[in-house]
């Protein structure tokens, strides 16, 4: 199985292939965007590409992983030169737990089933489709272009208009638009989705605005990897203390939706298949510390590993210390 990720020394940067505890750079990719382009204009198989294009210059993995390199990790996918034309989605309500946190969160005294469980349960009755049909359409988000993306080792944040910030332990698809407008899986990899979720919490409608967060990719992107169960772990670490952590999963068999149909919604709108655009799209997740009432303070580190996906995906949470301010529109006369 192929790892990938991205790094940059500040001037230039490189694809390289992780082959623990080392990373082996490949030659003339700076960008996992370009490899996949190159090997679909070639007709090449995107693996035999990497392995054809492997240098004999190493890095030390360890160095750069913890931040004591003068290389740092990148997103293991981006669009190198136009953020704007990478689309950030997710799916939701995908996962059992992420069904109950969300009926725990939007439950009230006169109400017993919540939308969310509703769509859950058609998930459960519809999300599964017979090859060659069409499933139910799965809760769909927009979370914002590429420019919303951060690194591994990046703070996320919590802005001054909002309400709270929490991690959601996902993984997620990495996608390219051909010329011809056929979207192909470019890999996977580890997600941090990171939401609003107190604002969400008043009312299920604010879940389009609690969705534009900064969210995390990486480190590593795994080409053709493994997704039936994965099995994980997330945890939020504070002061160098473990203060709360859980065993997760994820893969087609602890969703009520299948990958196919998942990918089949997102890729069925005519402007999700622009030719040369990049998706990142997040599968759901399977439990948050906010369902178990967790609220993130700054400085806490939001941690979160799936077998199989490489080095753990590590991020900090940054809240605003400034007040919001209105933002003025100004009138053109």
């Known amino acids: 199985m192929i790892r990938l990720v991205q790094i940059s020394d500040g001037s230039v940067r ?3 292939a992780v082959q623990e505890p080392h990373l082996r750079l490949l030659r003339e990719f700076d960008s996992v965007y370009r490899l ?7 007709g090449s198989d995107l693996s035999s590409l990497v392995a054809e294009s492997l240098s004999a210059a190493i890095l030390n993995y360890d160095e750069i992983y913890r931040g004591n390199s003068n290389w740092r990790l990148l997103v293991p996918f981006d669009h190198p030169t136009e953020p704007a034309r990478m689309l950030v989605s997710g799916t939701g309500l995908t996962h059992l737990g992420s069904a109950r946190d969300r009926q725990a969160m939007h439950v009230s005294a006169s109400e017993v089933l919540t939308d969310s469980m509703k769509m859950f349960r058609w998930g459960l009755e519809g999300g599964r489709p017979a090859p060659g049909k069409i499933g139910i359409a799965p809760e769909w988000f927009y979370k914002g272009d590429g ?3 951060r690194a591994p080792g990046q703070p996320l944040d ?6 709270d910030g929490g991690e959601e ?19 996977m990899a580890i997600g941090n989705e990171f939401s609003d979720h107190q604002f969400e919490k008043r009312n299920y409608l604010n879940l389009a605005g609690s969705k ?9 992107l ?20 473990s203060i709360w952590s859980k065993p997760i999963r994820s893969g087609e068999k602890e969703m009520c939706h299948s990958l196919a149909n998942i990918e089949y919604h997102h890729f069925k709108f005519e402007s999700h298949r622009r030719p040369g655009n990049a998706h990142v799209h997040y599968f759901g997740a399977h439990s948050l510390s906010f369902g ?6 700054d400085g806490d580190v939001m941690v979160i590993a799936f077998e199989g996906f490489g080095r753990p995906l590590r991020n900090v949470c940054r809240v605003a210390r400034e007040p919001a301010e209105p933002v003025g529109v100004v009138v053109m006369k």
Not at 36 to 42: F, M
Not at 292 to 297: C, E, M, N, R, S
Request: aromatic share 6%.
């Open 14 to 16: 490189h694809v390289a």
């Open 36 to 42: 996949a382009s190159i090997a679909l204009a070639r």
């Open 147 to 149: 420019a919303i993306l």
């Open 158 to 163: 919590v802005p001054p208009y909002a309400e």
């Open 169 to 187: 332990a996902e993984i997620v698809g990495l996608y390219f638009v051909d010329a011809d407008g056929s979207p192909h899986r470019v890999g």
């Open 212 to 220: 534009m967060r900064t969210c995390s990719i990486g480190p590593e």
């Open 222 to 241: 795994v080409i053709d990897g493994p997704f039936q169960s994965v099995v994980g772990s997330v945890s939020i670490e504070r002061e160098g203390q």
């Open 292 to 297: 178990d009432g967790i609220k993130l303070i």
